[in-house]
């Protein structure tokens, strides 16, 4: 009798002890290599690929490494890096991930679209955060900010906290530091125009609102704003107030 009443003791031990391994492994952070980065959050249509074309599963948890690209239809993913920071890819946008050694220190490229950046400080020697769009170099040593690319190849460049320095691709001798509140635009085979004040700006600003609602890291502490008066995706570039 007392040896078939420890039966289901040692069964329920067992399993116990088998779900509290199961959970431990899980909570355990993902080791990522450089220039790699794992969907932290996603929602609705996204599509990734690896750098060889296949195709890799659009889930929370994924890896996806250097060279990956991601186009985000009407979804949105939201990336962890190495270093802690996050990028939050927005709809209708497309993105490949770099290895920084070996793409002139960029960690990503921004070919269409927009995204929002929260990088971690850098400290002594680590090196800046790059990324490249088609008209513009970003860099950056831990600072919040935004970057958008239009179908004609136009960059603007938003920034919230910390300092940014931008640079066209065309002109790699001018570069301009961008401070919180202000931003500027890229075009083609031109250097970045002078700085301007984001019009109302206590947030995100122009082209945020209706995707950063507060609900991912990289948008905590930007309220939405009143509608902005003018949209700068379509050229508007208003004089500073």
Known sequence: MKTTGLVPLSLLLFVLTGLATAQSTQAEPVALSSGSAVIADLKGEVVLQSAQGAALPAQRGQVLPPESSIETAKGSLLLSLQDGSQVLVKPHSRVTLKAPEQSQGNFLQLFLGNIMAKVEKRLGNAPSFRMGTPTAVITVRGTRFSVEVTTKNKTIVQVYEGLVEVVGVAMPNHPIMIKPGFYTQVENDRPPRSPREMQGAEGPGVG??????????????????????????RGAFPSAS
Not at 208 to 233: I, Q, T
Request: with cysteine; hydrophobic share 45%.
């Open 208 to 233: 945020l609102l209706a995707v950063c609602a507060g609900d991912h890291a990289v948008c905590a502490g930007h309220p939405r704003l009143p509608a902005p008066r003018a949209d700068l995706s």
